[in-house]
């Protein structure tokens, strides 16, 4: 079961924000006793722009999605930082990819494809995210600052 304490967190991260997320814990409450939730994981919403969704595991590493198609594979002791910083774009930023996949993108001068970076204390998480002209995170992501 999750600790009560990083829902608790994450509200408070997010209510101090402006993005309350749901379900507010105090208000629905989990049923650890539940045998068929026992394996489940607690999914905690952020709606607005950026939409984020966070998957609490049993086994302490967590999902935060990223509207519908960037996920950050984080260890528990880094989830409500990721989501801080994701929330207030602190430590967020954009760079040309690495590896074989910003290799073929700068040789194809392909400018569709970035790499979002979240700094926290101790870590940078990073993730390719794909120019989806329709998405609203692509003008989200558009707008943070970008480094080598």
């Not at 999902?63 to 984080?74: E, G, N, P, Q, S």
């Not at 870590?123 to 002209?133: F, G, K, N, R």
């Amino acid at each position: 079961m999750v600790d009560d304490d990083v829902l608790r967190r994450l509200h408070a991260t997010g209510a101090s924000l402006g993005r309350p997320p749901e379900p507010v814990p105090e208000a629905d409450p989990w049923d650890p006793d539940d045998p068929l939730d026992a394996r489940s994981p607690v999914v905690v919403v952020f709606p607005g722009p950026p939409h984020l969704r966070v998957r609490l595991h049993d086994d302490g590493e967590d999902a935060v999605h990223l509207d519908t198609y960037v996920t950050f594979d984080v260890p528990r002791r880094h989830t409500v930082d990721v989501v801080r910083a994701l929330l207030s774009k602190d430590g967020v930023y954009t760079r040309a990819p690495r590896g074989l996949l910003g290799v073929v993108s700068r040789r194809l001068r392909l400018e569709f494809l970035d790499e979002l970076a979240v700094d926290v204390p101790g870590a940078t998480y990073t993730q390719a995210v794909p120019w989806v002209p329709t998405s609203p995170l692509n003008g989200w992501i558009s707008g943070l600052p970008r480094r080598p």
